[in-house]
């Protein structure tokens, strides 16, 4: 069994108190790897360290040349033990082969890549200084600078491990911060490995430091420690809240990306084969378990029954099985307790008079693994429990709409808004129905398209701040306004009259 | 004009709960909120530790589910309203959910689960609060 500590300050180190927990592989429901447990103490180390990195300037004093050097060098690194990554993310996490090697890999390789390459062009060096000559009330000379915050933290989530700790790492350390991350405790291994590649790429210790623990004390440190400027967090709504709140009495930046319900929208001159393909992709791709899934479907009353057959027909599309295998495009559930919830869904779904039209259940012939079918509910009201609670699994529920207004008016009855999508041969028609969306993204004729260069998050509950592109970078620095006067005597300073005779 | 809620609380007695100045009163449906032994075994020992008081909040979404959450000194929204109290502990939902779950009938029970990554203070034992639900009308 492979064994895992802690990565402190450049190196593996073992808990204070020693203390290390099995992960499970969610397919075999069998322990795979040990990992050592952070108490606070341990995390309290990592952000001395941390911060000892920063103070010393061995980082943030590297020209952006020369960090965004090292980062595109941590790329080319993860590439290098891709298979080595895949394989721990699917055993830790529960995502097929193919996804670790398509997005989880490429993903996490990609945000180091385009940060470490952003830092070094124009628009960067224009973020961090702006210049200005004002005349009033006397002339000045204005700099509008940016500079990193210090130590920011990051708080992962299980569905995409490596990805999610790249983008908690690569922009923070691309402004020339250093960082502390917490990976969910169920999926640990991938951003440690993460941590170890950044030093073996040329990151210098203590910039990059990674501590898997539970939430209530390790995530509860990271929230509170005077000496982290930002926290990251990626997962529950309410985890979100609580963050804040614990935030609050240092002051911290906080960006929390959280969880969504997001509305798909099909109208009826779209191109319905793939739009039926993309509905299926926007809701069981990682078996449901993403944060901006597509999970209503809400599709004009027209073209409702044909649609729903080609959802149906694709479905037949979508192999489940062994995780490690090719083929496989849906693996299991992350784990037992994520399965009873979708299973106390989709009972609460034929509760209120919602049609299971296919799955509802657990395959057959699979006897090991927290695996369950992909599920569509047709006939929902959007008032129902299923269309407006997020079960994060591979549930999703139809919707028929009349005309547009009707259409917005359901897409934005929700709690959340995170993202969503409007399919359409009108590309006009679909940005001015987008604009109408209360979402931090909305796709036209697409699903899951997150780039690099654009800024994702949610409006309403879903959370707040953004991440990615130049908005996620700025949100890494602080802003220093610096007012050059001109060096005369009293009388060049009429404004003091206001105070002196 | 401000209304006095009335709430029923698990053990089916019927407890005022006035969250403005109340003149006029009415009774509307809450969610039933109950709590298995075990679970308020936990609370109690977690009220040992703790000297602030006390807060369950129900809130839902993504990797940590739909799930009760105990704080110490928690931060309430303006909006919150205590939809149970169990333990005497007074329970919290947003507006939204407590509408939704207003005919549900669910049980907090707790599980083990030494990896927990919410914040709620019973995951120090190595421990997790979960909402139990029920078909409606079916005791729990």
Redesign the interface.
């Known amino acids: 069994m492979r064994e895992f500590g802690l990565y402190i300050n450049g190196q593996w180190e073992a808990a204070k108190g020693g203390k290390t ?1 099995p992960t499970i592989n969610p397919a075999t429901e069998e322990p795979w790897a040990n990992v050592a ?1 952070a108490d606070r103490e341990d995390v309290r180390k990592a952000v001395a360290a941390a911060k000892k990195a920063h103070d010393s300037g061995v980082w943030r004093n590297k020209s952006p040349q020369e960090r965004g050097e090292i980062l595109q060098k941590v790329a080319a690194a993860i590439f290098e033990r891709q298979d080595e990554l895949a394989a721990a993310e699917v055993q830790d996490g529960g995502g097929t082969m193919r996804k670790a090697m398509s997005m989880d890999v490429p993903g996490a390789a990609q945000t180091f890549f385009h940060f470490g390459q952003f830092i070094q062009g124009d628009e960067y060096k224009a973020m961090l200084q702006e210049e200005y000559d004002e005349t009033v009330p006397i002339p000045s000379h204005n700099l509008v600078v940016r500079e990193p915050i210090g130590v920011t933290a990051g ?1 992962t ?3 995409f491990p490596m990805i999610m700790g790249a983008w908690k790492i690569a922009p923070s350390i691309a402004a020339g911060n250093t960082c502390v991350i917490k990976p ?3 999926t640990p291994v991938t951003t440690l490995m993460l941590a170890e590649i950044c030093t073996q790429a040329g990151v210098p210790a203590g910039v990059v430091n990674v501590v898997s623990g ?4 390790a ?2 440190e990271l ?1 509170t420690h005077p000496d982290i400027g930002k926290v990251a967090f990626t ?5 979100g ?3 804040m ?2 935030g ?1 009495g240092t002051l911290k930046k906080v960006t929390l990306e ?3 319900k997001s509305p798909n929208i099909i109208l009826p001159d779209a191109n319905l084969d793939t739009a039926a393909l993309g509905a299926l992709f926007g809701t069981f791709m990682h078996q449901g378990q993403i ?1 901006e899934s597509g999970t209503r479907v809400l599709v004009h009353e027209s073209i409702h029954d044909e649609f729903l057959e080609k959802m149906v027909e694709g479905i037949k599309r979508i192999k489940i099985g062994d995780t490690m295998d090719p083929t496989t495009g849906m693996g299991p559930l992350v784990n037992a ?2 399965r009873e ?1 979708v299973e ?1 869904y989709v ?2 779904g034929n ?1 209120q008079g919602a049609k299971c039209v296919t799955g509802g259940k657990r395959p057959d012939g699979i006897s090991k693994g927290y695996y369950f079918e992909p599920t569509i509910f047709d006939q929902v009201d959007n008032k129902m ?1 299923i269309a ?3 079960i ?1 699994g591979p549930v999703v529920s139809v919707i028929r709409f009349k005309d547009e207004d009707e259409a917005v008016r359901i897409a934005n009855d929700s ?2 808004g995170l993202g969503g999508a409007v399919w359409s041969a009108n590309k006009e028609r679909a940005v001015a129905l987008a604009r109408r969306i209360e979402t931090g993204t909305v796709w036209v004729n697409d699903y899951h398209m997150i780039n690099l260069r654009f800024p994702f998050g949610g409006y309403k ?1 879903s959370g707040i701040g953004r991440e990615l592109g130049k908005w996620g970078m700025a949100e890494y620095h602080q802003l220093k306004h610096i007012h050059v006067g001109e060096h005369t005597g009293p009388e060049g300073k009429f404004y003091f009259q206001m105070l002196l005779n | 004009m401000p209304e006095q809620r009335v709430r029923r609380s698990g053990t089916g007695d019927i407890l005022p709960f006035a969250n403005h100045a109340a003149t006029g009163t009415f009774t509307i449906d809450m969610p039933t909120i109950d709590i298995t032994a075990r679970a308020a075994e936990i609370v109690e020992r977690v009220r040992a530790q703790r000297s602030g008081p006390l807060t369950f909040t129900i809130d839902g979404g993504c990797c940590e589910g739909t799930a009760p959450h105990l704080y110490e000194h928690y931060v309430l929204a303006p909006g919150a309203h205590a939809v149970a109290e169990v333990c005497a502990v007074p329970v919290y939902m947003p507006e939204a959910m407590a509408t939704l779950y207003e005919d549900a009938r669910v049980t907090i029970d707790v599980v083990d689960d030494p990896l927990s990554d919410a914040m709620s203070l019973e995951t120090e034992y190595g421990v997790r609060f979960v909402l139990r639900e029920s078909a409606s009308g079916a005791a729990e």
């Open positions: 927990a447990v708080i989530p299980w569905n969910a405790s169920v539970p939430g209530g004390t995530g509860e929230a997962g529950s709504t309410e985890v809240k609580r963050i709140q614990l609050a959280l969880g969504g944060c307790q994520q919830t106390k009972a609460l509760e429990r407006q609670e997020e994060f709690v959340y509950q």
